[in-house]
């Protein structure tokens, strides 16, 4: 029987069973102690090595989903209805819909050539167009063009497969329009972005912006089953989302049930959101942690076997990556003009070999909601829909074995040769 490799696999260890049942045991199942011990804990985490550093934080806040992460985090810089904020059509659809959360409209970018990065060329002209009372899109006639018009508050660029890109551009955007950087950095802990001008120096993914938000979802680079992290320097942000992930209540349930004095008391300053996380994801959470930079190495490991064999193959590109990348995801993209069969195809036969693979995304502006709402049609984010024809996502997780790996190669490699066009 073919052994099959599925796409994602989480590491989970008897560390982290007992971590659950030190919970289970405790008699405190919710929000508490172990939350609290996990976001210092995270925090120290991103305050070792020779980072660069503001006069305090980060503070670390767990959530219980980067999704709600990043609404915490859009509420608490103060995006409201009719704002617009920009981001990349190829995200998962929780990057846009908490924007709408919020009644804000969304205006998508597109890409950069062969990439999945939010192209900075196309968010200035975007944002100058914006500026100056038109539309968000131009459909390539004179007048106002067609899109969400108004007031561009915030930008959320994503740090796809755990790639950090294009962040000075569009930190220098972000300044010149007076825009918030709220980092959907979900697929991206623990990357690490240099700094180009101090030798061993730079910024962790999420620390960039305002704020971030990774994910500990179940095939993330740490795992708690579902879960998140929103971090950010910026104290108000951080004291907002403190608040409104408890039902903008002004004391946590920890600090209720645990204080002896009137631990019945609390008040209710804004209409918040029930967004904590328990303390048996923390523990997993604070396990996963430890074996961060393991998981890291791991993943660094398939992903660089997957690079030698790959980045000189004629059938395939593979994006520019740097030594800091968390390497969440393998984007491959098929170069279809070598190729007699469609991703799509391809895609298939390599899962009837047993090889479990995916694609990262569908974009947001072919989804019937986006494409309704904003009136969008396939070509009017080029790049992204001629990347999206082209990609799909290998297996890439920490425990695959050598074997598996090399499978994966064998199978896609000699499909390649098989429907090669020039054969």
């Given at each position: ?8 696999h ?5 560390e982290?069973?007992?971590a ?19 976001e210092e ?20 806040m ?6 709600s ?55 200035e ?78 910024h ?38 403190k ?17 002896n ?30 074996r ?11 992903a ?29 993209l ?9 991703r ?12 479990g ?8 502006h072919i989804?019937p ?40 190669i ?13 054969l």
């Amino acid at each position: 029987m073919t052994e099959k490799i599925p796409f994602a696999h989480p590491y989970i260890g008897r560390e982290e069973e007992e971590a659950v049942l030190r919970v289970l045991r405790s008699g405190w199942l919710t929000t508490g102690k172990e939350s609290l011990a996990f976001e210092e804990e995270f925090g120290n985490f991103l305050k070792k090595g020779n980072i660069v550093k503001s006069d305090e934080g980060p503070f670390c806040m767990a959530v219980n989903s980067a999704t709600s992460g990043l609404h915490l985090a859009l509420e608490a810089a103060g995006i409201k209805e009719g704002d617009l904020v920009l981001l990349p059509s190829m995200t998962f659809t929780a990057t846009a819909e908490v924007v709408r959360y919020l009644g804000a409209e969304v205006v998508f970018v597109d890409v950069i050539k062969d990439g999945f990065h939010m192209d900075p060329l196309a968010l200035e002209r975007t944002l100058e167009r914006l500026s100056s009372g038109l539309c968000a899109y131009n459909n390539g006639n004179e007048g106002e063009g067609f899109g969400p018009k108004g007031n561009a508050k915030a930008i959320i660029p994503v740090h796809y497969g755990g790639l950090v890109r294009e962040m000075e551009a569009i930190l220098a955007l972000s300044k010149k329009y007076k825009l918030k950087v709220i980092e959907d950095a979900a697929h991206s802990f623990p990357s690490f972005l240099p700094d180009k001008n101090k030798k061993e120096s730079g910024h962790w993914a999420g620390d960039i912006g305002d704020a971030g938000v990774f994910s500990f979802y179940a095939t993330k680079t740490i795992s708690t089953g579902e879960g998140g992290m929103v971090i950010t320097r910026n104290r108000e942000i951080a004291e907002r989302v403190k608040i409104m992930r408890s039902h903008g209540i002004d004391r946590s349930i920890w600090s209720r049930y645990t204080d002896n004095k009137a631990s019945w008391y609390y008040e209710v300053l804004e209409p918040g959101f029930k967004y904590n996380i328990p303390d048996i994801l923390s523990a997993i959470g604070r396990v996963q942690l430890e074996r961060a930079d393991d998981l890291l190495s791991m993943r660094q490991t398939i992903a660089s076997a997957y690079d030698d064999a790959f980045s000189n193959d004629e059938h395939f590109s593979i994006p520019p990556t740097g030594d800091g990348d968390a390497r969440h995801l393998y984007p491959l993209l098929l170069n279809l003009n070598k190729l007699t069969v469609s991703r799509n195809e391809f895609a298939a036969m390599i899962q009837e070999e047993g090889i479990g693979v995916s694609v990262h995304y569908i974009p947001l502006h072919i989804q019937p909601y986006y494409k309704k709402r904003y009136s969008l049609n396939e070509m009017d984010f080029e790049q992204t829909f001629k990347t999206y024809n082209r990609c799909l996502s290998l297996p890439i997780w920490p425990g695959m074995k050598e074997g598996q790996i090399e499978k994966i190669i064998r199978v896609v490699k000699n499909l390649a040769i098989k429907y090669n066009k020039n054969l």
